[in-house]
Structure formats: C-alpha cells, structure tokens
C-alpha cells in the first residue's frame, strides 16, 4: 500500500477498531480497494471479513452498500460500528416505511458512511432513486456464495445485484466476501457478480484457534451433558438435524438446570428472536438449534460448536462449526456421528424440494448433494488428519499431520487387512456394480435376510466370508478402500459401490493397512485426548482471572444498559489484554488491543476505575506469566 494510505488506513484501523496492525489478507484487500480495484476476497470466518470493507468505507468518498442476506447479522454490524464511532445504518423489512424514509433522508444528508440492505431492497423504487442520485463509492456483498447456485445458500434475491450496479450513474467499487468457496463457487461468484480486473484473495481456510474432533458414539445425550457440565461457564452451539432432536435435547438439559435456549424453524417468529436475543446477550449461553440458526450469528465468545448430527455437507459443516471462536481464542468443534446420521440425511435430502427446479438441473443438483453427503461421511469415518481433510476439501495444499485435532491425539493400532480387502473386492466384482453398500455388507457377513436371498447373493462364493467381522469394522475398512481408491460410490440417488482401480493390489508388496482404535463412550475409564492448545485465557494466574471475571460482570453490565450484545462493548481477548496490561490511565488503556477511541470515550474510566480498585485490594497480587516473568 502506498506510504501515505497505508498511514491512514492504519490510523483508521487504531481509532475505530483499536487494533495496531491488520491481520493477515487484510491489508492486500484494503489497498485494493483503495487503489478503486474491484475485489473477491474468501476469508476463514473470524478472520476480519467486515474491517476489510469497512476502513475503505470510511476513507472513501460516498457511500458504502453492503447487502446482506439476513437481518440480525445487518443489526449486528450496525451496533457494532455505532459503538465504534461510526454512522451506519440498515434498511430491511425489520423497519417501517416511515423509518426507511427517514434514514435514506439522512444518508442523503450525509449523515451514514455505510448502509447494510437486503438483496431483496434493490428492486424497491425509493431506495433505486436515492441511489441513483447519491455518490455511492463501493457496493459490497457479503456472503457472496449466496450468489452461486452450487453454493451450500443459494438465494435468487442475489441475482440481482449486478443489475442493480448496471443501473447506477457511475459504476462502484464491487467488493465480494466469503468463508465457504470451492473452485467452483468461487468462479461462479466471479462470473456472476461481473467483477472487473478483480484482486481475488484466499487467506486459506485453516482456523488455527479451532479444534476439530470426531467421536463415534451411540448415547449423545450422555456426552452432551457431560461436556456442558465440564464447562459450565462457557458459552456453545448445539446443532442437530431434526427439529424433533432439538426439543428433546433442549428439554434434557433444561431439566437438568442448564441455561439453555432453542432454535428452529417450527417456532413462532417471536419465539425465535427471543431465544436468539437470550444466546446473543448471554442471558442462555447454551443453544440447541437446527442450521437454520446459522448464518450471521456473530457472537464472539462461543467456546464450542457440537453437532449433535452429521452435517449434510463439508460446506455446512465448515460454516456452522467456524462459529466457534471468533475472538481467536482457542475452542472446540466436536461431530457426534452415528452411522443412522446417513439415514437421517438421505431422508432429508429426499424430501428437498425441487418444485422451482427443472428436471436437468433437480439431477445434477442431486447429484451434488449425495457426493457432498459422501464426502462429509468420509470426513466422520477418516483416521486421518482432520485438519487437513476440511483443508484438501477446500482446495489448499497440506503439509503433514496438524497435531491438533481428535484423530491426530487418539491412539490408534494398526492391522494388515490385505486379505480381507480382497474378499470385499470379490463380492463388488460378483454384484457387477450393481448393489449398495447395505447389500454389500449383508452378503459379506452372510446376513440371513430376505432381500438377499431375492437378489440372490446368497448364492455368491463371498457370502458370508467375513462373518467374524462386525459392520462397523468391514464399513471402515471399506471406508478407507474407497479412499485408496480401490472403490468408489456412485454419486446417483440410490448409490452403488463399484471397483476403482485395483491393479495395485495385483503386487504382493501391496498391503491394506487398517487404523482402528476403540470406540469412546462417555462413562468408560480411558485415557483422555491431548487437551486443545492454551487459551489466553491460560497466561492469567488464579488473581487475574479473577479480574477477567470482576470485568466480565462490568461488560455485561454495560451491555444491559446499552442494549448491546456483551461482546460488541469488548471481546473477551480484550477484557484478558487488560488483565495482562494492567492500564492505570487512558493514554496505557488505547494499547489495549480492541479499544478505540470512541470505546475509550465511552467506557475507559469505568473499566480503568475497576481494575485500579481491584489492584488496591490486592496489591501483591501477580496477574499474568507475563507479568510475573519481568517481575
């Protein structure tokens, strides 16, 4: 970035965000913009999407509009920036006309910087005319892969973006962001949005504060309650498939006196942003929610995502568990997965509704959905690296095992499974690629069922030449083949397994080595997992955690008297800055990371004032590591 912009841009980034330095990708993005270059930038959630457009928005001349798919995200955005400092504004169908009128009237006086709108609000006269008559400096889309039919949020409402640009006076900026790109999206987004001559970053996907585990397991609930009872003072998303799931799962813990709330479609509109408002003011800092609670949510402060249910795909998966630690501090993403998950997923994806979808595309999108369903199956079923399969999934290259996830701290053994594996490609060769993996499985455990005695598989020479093998045993082994390539899927709505390429195992060096380990249920005695990496939180002695928490209440008070959710007053990574700083006047509080000026304005002294008292009543008292280490 030229000398003097970047200057300025930094100075904007201290005095409204009260950061020193940008973050990684930020920068790049912010002086493309700035340089009036068009932009698709596909960033890890959490990583600082919004300063990206937002330092821009303030430095350029005009008017910023974002569009925005939901309106509790554009609400968000709005209380955040206003406690920032900065005039925003969102027009959405949450307000009457009057207050539309209104706040277009002020925008027009010059009185906003940035304006969040829906997709659907560009077709409205009103708002057509006071853009075409105003200098609007940069459109922005966020969630960008709404715009993309093979994106897993597809929203028509999005196509109409590029002819809103079309129509303006002078064509703006065109700004695209997202978390969740493949290949494919990504070029759609691009051709779709009609960007020019764009400046497309990829800071890569990987969220190194986020740790990913697998547990194979029949009594969920039991593992739920006895997480939550581990971290009582934390605050985390359940998610699950079925609406049914999510009001037994909630009961269960509210029964047991968890503060919880729920969240799904079949509750009243009131209800919902009720329970919404109870999670996002941590009055229930516990959810239990199907994925219609999902995108937008900004809470920063989630410690842990557990899906109660298998996703229906890695795009879903990445979104919804990416929730988790926004603030950078360290939290856990935890897949419960049952193999009845697969069902449970084929029936909802066989209900979809295609009624606005022509044939062709109702095939190829089904398609679609199964090899997703797939991939996420593999996802729960690998005993690789789980870090890497979401990365790879992606598109990003990887370098060796992450050493922190579930699969690279479990113990595993490993069992020569050659001679079985060949077994298995006998029977498939003998089905002539015509059955699934059910019937499959069946004839090699030599299942007395009617159905395979009417295919006749009975009669096969493989039937039931793996008898002393469980399912859950030959499906991992089949698992992993198909990962070796030695069969795969077929991605129809009613799948075959078919051989791939077997000429490898012609060569007797060849082997099929199994990983296994024992599966965990939540009352055995067995060793636990390597903890997930150090929180910030964790530089803090017993005194100064006590302070975290004095300030944490001082936060929430705040946040009560404001209406503001408790992490846009300051995050928690902000609260344990100050722990670790120890500020005694307000020129030494504006190095606390996450405070700006405004912020410093309105709640320095209260926040200086209490950590000031805290250290008279103990004044020997050793806060941090840190301080301990220079004392």
């Known amino acids: 970035m030229e000398g003097e912009k970047k200057v300025n841009a930094l100075q904007t980034l201290k005095t409204y965000f009260g950061y020193d330095t940008f973050r990684e990708g930020q920068e790049s993005i ?58 925003a504004a969102f027009i959405n169908s949450s307000l009457t006309e009057n207050q539309i009128s209104k706040a277009l009237y002020l925008a027009a006086g010059g009185r906003y910087k940035i304006i969040y709108v829906a997709p659907e609000r560009l077709e409205n006269y009103e708002f057509l005319e006071f853009a075409r008559h105003m200098e609007i400096s940069m459109v922005t889309v966020d969630e960008a892969h709404c715009i993309s039919q093979w994106g897993q949020d597809f929203r028509p409402s999005y ?91 909630f009961e ?27 999670f996002i003011y941590d009055r229930a800092p516990v959810i239990v929610a199907t994925n219609a609670f999902g995108m937008g949510i900004d809470k920063s402060n989630v410690r842990y995502v557990i899906h109660y249910n298998m996703p229906q795909s890695m795009e879903n998966y990445y979104q919804e568990a990416g929730r988790a630690g926004r603030d950078g501090e360290n939290s856990q993403c935890i897949l419960l997965f049952s193999p009845q998950d697969t069902m449970i997923n084929r029936m909802l994806l066989d209900s979809k509704d295609f009624s606005d979808v022509d044939e062709e595309d109702e095939y190829l999108i089904r398609q679609r959905d199964i090899r997703r369903l797939q991939i996420m199956e593999g996802y729960c079923k690998t005993t690789g690296c789980l870090r890497n399969y979401i990365l790879e999934y992606f598109g990003e290259k990887t370098f060796g095992p992450c050493d922190n996830c579930g699969n690279c701290h479990r113990d ?106 024992e599966e965990k249920e939540p009352d055995r005695k067995k ?42 007053v300051f995050s928690d990574k902000t609260l344990i800055d100050m722990c670790v700083k120890k500020p005694f006047n307000q020129a030494e509080m504006l190095k606390v990371s996450g ?37």
């Open 412 to 517: 595993y053994h490993e069992v020569d499974m050659t001679a079985e594996a060949k077994k298995i490609i006998n029977c498939v060769s003998e089905t002539r690629g015509r059955y699934g993996l059910t019937i499959v499985l069946g004839t090699l455990m030599g299942a007395k069922r009617a159905r395979l005695r009417e295919l006749g598989t009975d009669k096969y020479k493989s039937y039931g030449v793996l008898s002393g093998y469980s399912e859950a045993e030959l499906r991992n082994l089949i698992t992993q083949m198909t990962e070796m390539g030695y069969l795969y899927q077929t991605q129809e709505r009613y799948s075959v397994l078919r051989l791939g390429n077997i000429t490898p195992l012609k060569d007797e060096n060849t082997h099929v080595v199994m990983r296994t380990y």
């Open 252 to 278: 269960l813990l509210f029964k047991k006196g968890v503060p919880v709330t729920r969240y799904h479609a079949g509750l009243s509109n009131e209800n919902r942003k009720k329970n919404q408002d109870d």
């Open 595 to 631: 405070v700006g000026e405004n912020k410093l304005k309105k709640y320095g002294q209260r926040f200086l004032e209490m950590i000031q008292h805290f250290c008279t009543e103990r004044p020997e008292a050793v806060l941090s590591m840190q301080e301990d280490e220079t004392n």
């Open 159 to 249: 196509l109409k973006i590029v002819e809103f640009v079309r129509n303006l006076p002078t064509r703006p900026i065109v700004s695209a962001f997202t978390a969740t790109a493949t290949e494919e999206v990504k070029n759609d987004i691009l051709c779709t949005l009609n960007l020019s001559d764009p400046e497309v970053v990829v800071t890569g996907f990987d969220r190194k504060n986020l740790y990913y585990s697998v547990e194979n397991i029949r009594r969920k609930d039991e593992f739920v309650m006895e997480y939550i009872e581990k971290h009582p003072t934390e605050s985390g998303i359940i998610y699950c498939a079925t609406r049914k799931n999510v009001d037994n799962l």
């Open 30 to 87: 912010v002086e493309s913009i700035l340089e009036h270059r068009d932009v698709l930038a596909i960033m890890p959630t959490g990583a600082g999407k919004s300063i990206c457009y937002q330092i821009p928005a303030l430095m350029l001349k005009g008017i910023t509009i974002v569009i925005s798919p939901l309106i509790s995200l554009m609400q968000d955005q709005v209380k955040a920036l206003n406690e920032a400092g900065i005039h």
């Open 527 to 568: 060793k636990t997992q390597k903890s997930v990496r150090k929180r910030s939180t964790d530089s803090l002695t017993s005194a100064g955690y006590d302070l975290f928490e004095e300030l944490r209440k001082l936060r929430l008070e705040i946040a009560q008297e404001e209406s503001v959710p408790p992490y846009i």
